[in-house]
C-alpha cells in the first residue's frame, strides 16, 4: 500500500549498559533512558499499564492516524514513539501494520462513495445526504422540497424518488383526507396550507417520503370522495380544507365555474335579481 511519509526518524538503540543504581533512582526501566515520550503505539503494539511502552499484541489500539517517529530496539522487540497523521481532504489514514507496511509513514486510501472525507477518517453521509464519487469532502443534499427526492439511510450514493410507495391503496388514508402519491401535488397543497395554516412542506417531507405516500385534507373548492378531490359542481362552493361536501348556492343562484371558493361566487341565474 502507497503512503506519504511526514517525516522519519533514525533508528535508536536503547542503552542497556546503565547502572542498577542509576536505575534504581530514577525508577525507570533501562531501556527506555533515550527513548522519547510520551508512547502512542502503531500498527500490532498496545502500551504497557506499567512501562508504559509499546508492546507486541493482536488487537489494534491507538494505531490509527499516527506514525511511528522513533523505534527503540530491545533485543527482538520494537518500541515506538508517534505521531499524529496530517489530514488530507478526501482520504482517511490506513492503519498501519507493523511488519507488512511502513510503520514511519502515514497510509492514505481515498474515501469511498457514499462517505466524506474529515481529512483523516472517513464519514458516511447522513440521512437525506449522499457522495456519488471518492475523494468527496462534503456530502451533497437532495434538496427534497425542490428534487422531490430522499434519501432514508446513511452512507448512500444517491436519493430516491419521495413519492416511491406504488403498491399502497388509496385506502390506507383516513375518510376526509386525500391520497397523494405525486409530488407536484404534493408541493401545491402544502404552498395553500403554509398560507392559510403556517404548515410547510419541509416539517413533513421525511415522514412523507419515508411512507411514500401522504393522506392530505383536499383544498378549497372540493370534496373528498372515495380518498380524491373533486372540484364542487356549478352551484356549490367551499371555503374550508378537508370537506367532505360542498355547500350550495341559494334558490335561483349559480356559479360560473366549478370548484367556487366562497359563497360571493353565486350569482344570480337570469330572470332572477
Known amino acids: 500500500m502507497g503512503g506519504v511519509v511526514e517525516k522519519r526518524c533514525t533508528q535508536q538503540n536503547c542503552d542497556m549498559s546503565t547502572s542498577s543504581e542509576r536505575h534504581t533512582a530514577t525508577k525507570r526501566p533501562l531501556h527506555m533512558r533515550n527513548c522519547v515520550r510520551p508512547w502512542l503505539c502503531a500498527g500490532n503494539y498496545r502500551i504497557g499499564r506499567q512501562l508504559r511502552i509499546c508492546l507486541p499484541r493482536n488487537a489494534l489500539?491507538?494505531?490509527?492516524?499516527?506514525?511511528?517517529?522513533?523505534?527503540?530496539?530491545?533485543?527482538?522487540?520494537?518500541?515506538?514513539?508517534?505521531?499524529?497523521?496530517?489530514?488530507?481532504?478526501?482520504?482517511?489514514?490506513?492503519?498501519?501494520?507493523?511488519?507488512?507496511?511502513?510503520?514511519?509513514?502515514?497510509?492514505?486510501?481515498?474515501?469511498?462513495?457514499?462517505?466524506?472525507?474529515?481529512?483523516?477518517a472517513c464519514e458516511a453521509c447522513a440521512v437525506n445526504t449522499f457522495s456519488n464519487t471518492s475523494l468527496a469532502v462534503v456530502c451533497s443534499d437532495c434538496d427534497t422540497g425542490v428534487t422531490g427526492t430522499y434519501q432514508q439511510l446513511t452512507g448512500q450514493t444517491s436519493c430516491s424518488t419521495c413519492m416511491w410507495n406504488t403498491e399502497v391503496s388509496a385506502l390506507e388514508c383516513p375518510e376526509g383526507t386525500s391520497f397523494v402519491n405525486d409530488f407536484q401535488r404534493l408541493q401545491f397543497l402544502f404552498s395553500l396550507y403554509a398560507e392559510d395554516h403556517d404548515a410547510h412542506l419541509l416539517d413533513y417531507v421525511a415522514k412523507i417520503c419515508r411512507m411514500g405516500f401522504a393522506c392530505l385534507p383536499c383544498e378549497p373548492g372540493h370534496f373528498e370522495h372515495d380518498r380524491a378531490c373533486e372540484k364542487c359542481a356549478y352551484g356549490s362552493y367551499q371555503a374550508n380544507f378537508g370537506a367532505q361536501e360542498c355547500y350550495k348556492c341559494a334558490s335561483g343562484q349559480n356559479t360560473t365555474s366549478l370548484g367556487s371558493t366562497r359563497s360571493s361566487d353565486c350569482v344570480c341565474d337570469p330572470g332572477f335579481e
Do not use: M, W
Request: hydrophobic share 40%; charged share 10%.
Open 61 to 120: 489500539v491507538l494505531s490509527i492516524g499516527y506514525f511511528a517517529t522513533n523505534e527503540c530496539k530491545l533485543g527482538s522487540l520494537s518500541f515506538y514513539n508517534c505521531s499524529l497523521c496530517d489530514a488530507h481532504p478526501g482520504f482517511v489514514v490506513q492503519l498501519a501494520v507493523q511488519g507488512i507496511d511502513d510503520v514511519f509513514a502515514c497510509h492514505y486510501i481515498a474515501c469511498t462513495p457514499g462517505t466524506r472525507s474529515n481529512g483523516v
